[in-house]
Each structure stands twice: as C-alpha cells, then as structure tokens.
C-alpha cells in the first residue's frame, strides 16, 4: 500500500514569503505528526493532529507557522514570513488509532529559505 | 528537563565488525524508546519499541535493549547496507492526545559500514 507522502519534496523560498506544506497519511491513520529536522540535528515535534480532536500545537515556534487538517486526511503546514532560520526538512508522520507509538514517516520537504 | 543524548555521533565500522549505538535518556517516567533508522533524504523509518527495563528486540543484525537510564543499539556483522543514521527518541507520559509533544528525539548516530 501507499506510504506518507509529502509534497513538494523540495522547496527554495525567498525571505519573508509564505510557503504551504502538504502531507499525505496512510489510509486509516487517525494521527499525524509535523517536525523539523534542522541539518545534522534530531527532530523537533511541531504540531499533533488525532481524528477529530483540537490539535497539540504545543511544538509550534511562533505565530507564523500554522496547520490544518481536513478531517482524518491531508494536512497542510503553512509558514508565513519566512526566515533564514525556518531552513530545514520537514517531517509528516502518521499512524493508527491502535498503534500511536509506531510512526510512519513520509520522505519530507526539504525548505530552502534565501 | 527531560532529555536525549546519542552517541557516538559517527562511527566509521569495517564489515562485520560488530559494535554498539547508545542511547542515553533523562525522562520522568518513561513510555517508550523508540529506535529508528534514516536513510539520506529520506523520513525516518521505524525498528522498534521498548517499553520496560530489560526488554530486549531483536531484527536481523540489529538488537536493542534498555535499562533505566539507557538504551544500546547493537549491530551484529554490519554490512554496508547497514550503513545510516539511527535515531533514538522517548514518549514521556503526557495525558490523552498531548502526549505526542512529549516525544523527544536525539541527534542520532551516523553509521558508516566500510566494505
């Protein structure tokens, strides 16, 4: 079956424009996740969507980044006003209502702000 | 504050040469650990779930176990297919659907198997 997908897989911006993210689950999955990976550094945990429920945007940076979620399907990252700094790669993971622990990654988008 | 530190942060191995990944982790009640492997310009892709100390799992040249404070990652014979980045990363307890923002990862380990 068909994994995460993420698209665009990579992204060149120019400082201070808005870029959109998009993020395709595996079918089923009621999660999905949002992190940034910086070059040579771990992940950092972004924003949480599960079914229906208010999102966990407790991982989000500041204001201008934002994502939504069309029921239990696509998601969206929106950053607004890009800086130099928000260059990183941009993980979406999902999984199942049973299995929250076992995160399916997609490839990511990797963002380039000049 | 809860915490992850990997190490080394490279290794450079021959093949077959066997060797171990740390993990070391401070966590107020830990979860789960969580192994994964990152291949370059890919996601992250997952191995395995810990849960209790002295837990231990195995898949083909790769066993993990942990203990209270850390977690080995130990590669049996490597060959150069094996050769990735392998992160760790820790769910602390959170409650209901807040506990995904307790999911802390480390820097991983950058795995180099030399033919």
């Known amino acids: 079956g068909a994994g995460v997908s993420q698209s665009p897989s990579n992204k060149v911006t120019e400082k201070g424009k808005d870029v959109e993210l998009r993020c395709d689950p595996i079918s089923g999955h009621t999660a999905l996740y949002w992190y940034r990976q910086r070059l040579g550094q771990g992940l950092e945990f972004l924003i949480y969507?599960?079914?229906?429920?208010?999102?966990?945007k407790s991982g989000l940076p500041s204001d201008r980044f934002s994502a939504e979620r069309t029921g239990e399907s696509v998601s969206t990252l929106t950053i607004q006003r890009t800086q130099q700094e928000d260059s990183a790669v941009y993980l979406c993971?999902?999984?199942?209502?049973?299995?929250?622990?076992?995160?399916?990654f997609g490839p990511g988008t990797r963002l380039t702000v000049l | 504050e809860d915490q992850v530190t990997q190490s080394p942060e490279a290794l450079r191995l021959q093949e077959g040469e066997s060797s171990s990944l740390n993990c070391s982790y401070t966590?107020?009640?830990?979860?789960?650990l969580f192994w994964y492997r990152q291949d370059p310009g890919k996601g992250p892709e997952f191995l395995f779930t810990l849960y209790s100390a002295g837990e231990e799992k195995e898949k083909e040249r790769l066993k993990a176990t942990l203990t209270k404070k850390e977690s080995f990652l130990h590669i049996t014979a490597p060959k150069p297919e094996d050769s990735a980045t392998y992160l760790c990363?820790?769910?602390?307890?959170?409650?209901?659907?807040?506990?995904?923002?307790?999911?802390?990862f480390g820097s991983g380990t950058r795995l180099s198997i030399r033919p």
């Open positions: 969507f599960q079914g229906n429920s208010a999102p966990d």
């Open positions: 993971a999902s999984s199942t209502p049973l299995s929250t622990d076992t995160q399916y």
């Open positions: 966590v107020s009640g830990l979860r789960g």
């Open positions: 990363a820790v769910q602390a307890p959170g409650s209901g659907y807040s506990s995904a923002s307790k999911i802390i």
